[in-house]
């Protein structure tokens, strides 16, 4: 692994690639204190009544609205997001704060059991320390997706932030601490990738989440797996688009240009592979065509410009080499595929068909402005393309036949899968996947299960039939 004490944490504008602040990282002794004092926290956060956590999560939830553009700035600053979809970014990790602030308690309240004789219950009981391994791409999003349910459910959290959004990082420990959570409860972690291992080797670190690439996840699932603690990973996505009919096309092409532009292409769940019926194939490429041609790049912080950078130089280079070989094996570029002549990790908006088997466009995931379109016969050979892949995140179906797009959308092989929308996420609905794409789901009251004991509590009298023990 890479060692970022060799290269600080640090905030490059990806319009200009200037360095404009850079922090050191911690580690050793500085770490070991961080990790004893979330556990001294944990003792007393435990103990606060359920009501008293929300209340907290609650009030962290109105700071993150009131330095809404604050906080939006410093996304665009740090990682080029347009500053609308950063204020986006805002306005849900605030409701998803507010709807653990309010449903929390009653996710975390005992769960009587239908049994025959006397009583039983499940009790639903904070783990401890849990260490959050986050990305950049979401830095707001991402980390409040982590930290808010599981603060309602008592347990402490650290945050390993990505090293090129330090300021992001600051700026959400700051809400939770400034909405009067104790010292430990949430603590950023500006770390190394080394010293993560060492910090979910300890006894202290009762669990982990990791949302990133398929390596990073790999390496916590093994190191959390070795040790006996539970894990939880949101990885890569290559998520289908699937187009059934041309009945609302173009509702649809403004969807695909929706599910697959926003945040420059940058998400997990981004639409990336486009399954199209032969019918309506060229129609839906040649609109998808002139709405991407139709973008224009400039300084993500202005309200005009509709194409922001990639999120640093090499993803823009990563991306533009997968496009290369892509092509140079066969495929054909329908438009874009090259950087664009100005300063700034900037790409052109882009569209390949003909991609097949062996190509790397047919199975690695593009983190950015480009996408595959493929021309399929029917219905069947839609759904086997959608599943012909290592990942499993998110997926979706368009037509007109609302029954025929729920058919369709039970078939495909992931977690998630939308019907006529691009696939999205909400504070009330399970999000993950499956195959190479992780495990686990966060958000909704399942975001309140992953770490949590389960705890059973079965009551008879002194005085019960003794049965037989089983184990």
């Known amino acids: 692994m890479s060692d970022p004490h060799k290269s600080p944490l640090a905030t490059v504008d990806p319009c200009t690639g200037e360095t404009l602040a850079e922090f050191p990282a911690v580690e050793g002794?500085?770490?070991?204190?961080?990790?004893?004092?979330?556990?001294?926290?944990?003792?007393?956060?435990?103990?606060?009544?359920?009501?008293?956590?929300?209340d907290i999560v609650g009030r962290t939830a109105e700071l993150t609205r009131e330095r809404k553009e604050e906080l939006a700035a410093l996304i665009t600053l740090e990682m080029g997001k347009l500053i609308a979809e950063a204020r986006r970014e805002v306005d849900l990790a605030a409701s998803i704060l507010e709807y653990y602030a309010r449903r929390g308690p009653e996710f975390a309240a005992d769960e009587p059991l239908d049994v025959a004789e006397e009583e039983a219950y499940l009790v639903t009981e904070p783990l401890g320390v849990l260490l959050g391994v986050m990305p950049w791409n979401f830095p707001l999003y991402q980390a409040v997706r982590f930290a808010g349910p599981n603060l309602?459910?008592?347990?402490?959290?650290?945050?390993?932030?990505?090293?090129?959004?330090?300021?992001?990082?600051?700026?959400?420990?700051?809400?939770?601490?400034?909405?009067?959570?104790?010292?430990?409860?949430?603590?950023?972690?500006?770390?190394?990738?080394?010293e993560v291992g060492r910090i979910i080797d300890s006894p202290i670190v009762r669990g982990a989440s990791l949302t990133g690439s398929e390596k990073a996840g790999a390496e916590v699932a093994e190191r959390a797996g070795r040790n006996m603690k539970p894990s939880l990973l949101e990885l890569g996505g290559s998520d289908a688009f699937i187009v059934l009919d041309g009945a609302h096309l173009e509702r649809t092409v403004a969807a695909a240009v929706a599910g697959r532009m926003a945040n420059t292409g940058q998400?997990?769940?981004?639409?990336?592979?486009?399954?199209?019926?032969?019918?309506?194939?060229?129609?839906?490429?040649?609109?998808?065509?002139?709405?991407?041609?139709?973008?224009?790049?400039?300084?993500?912080?202005?309200?005009?410009?509709?194409?922001?950078?990639?999120?640093?130089?090499?993803?823009?280079?990563?991306?533009?080499?997968?496009?290369?070989?892509?092509?140079?094996?066969?495929?054909?570029?329908?438009?874009?595929?090259?950087?664009?002549?100005?300063?700034?990790?900037?790409?052109?908006?882009?569209i390949i068909t003909g991609v097949e088997p062996g190509m790397r466009a047919y199975a690695e995931e593009l983190f950015g402005p480009a996408v595959v379109v493929h021309r399929v016969a029917d219905e069947d050979a839609a759904v086997a393309l959608a599943n012909d892949s290592r990942y499993g995140l998110g997926g979706s179906v368009f037509c007109a036949d609302v029954e025929r797009g729920r058919r369709v959308a039970e078939r495909v092989e992931t977690g998630m899968v939308w019907v006529n929308h691009p696939t999205s996420t909400q504070p009330d609905l399970p999000f993950g996947g499956l195959k190479r794409s992780g495990y686990g789901r966060e958000l909704s009251e399942q975001g309140m299960r992953e770490f949590a004991n389960r705890k059973l509590v079965r009551i008879l009298p002194p005085d019960a039939e003794l049965r037989g023990i089983a184990g």
């Open 267 to 350: 998400s997990c769940v981004a639409a990336k592979r486009f399954i199209v019926l032969d019918e309506v194939h060229d129609a839906f490429v040649d609109g998808l065509r002139h709405a991407f041609e139709a973008l224009r790049p400039g300084d993500p912080a202005h309200e005009a410009t509709t194409l922001g950078p990639l999120s640093s130089e090499r993803a823009a280079s990563d991306l533009v080499d997968q496009i290369r070989e892509t092509v140079e094996q066969g495929a054909e570029l329908v438009t874009g595929g090259h950087r664009i002549d100005r300063q700034g990790a900037f790409v052109e908006p882009t």
């Open 152 to 194: 309602v459910l008592g347990n402490s959290v650290l945050v390993k932030h990505a090293g090129s959004c330090p300021q992001s990082a600051l700026a959400l420990e700051s809400l939770f601490h400034d909405a009067g959570a104790p010292e430990g409860v949430y603590t950023n972690l500006f770390v190394s990738h080394d």
């Open 29 to 54: 002794a500085e770490v070991d204190a961080a990790l004893e004092l979330a556990a001294e926290a944990f003792e007393a956060w435990r103990e606060r009544p359920v009501a008293q956590r929300a």
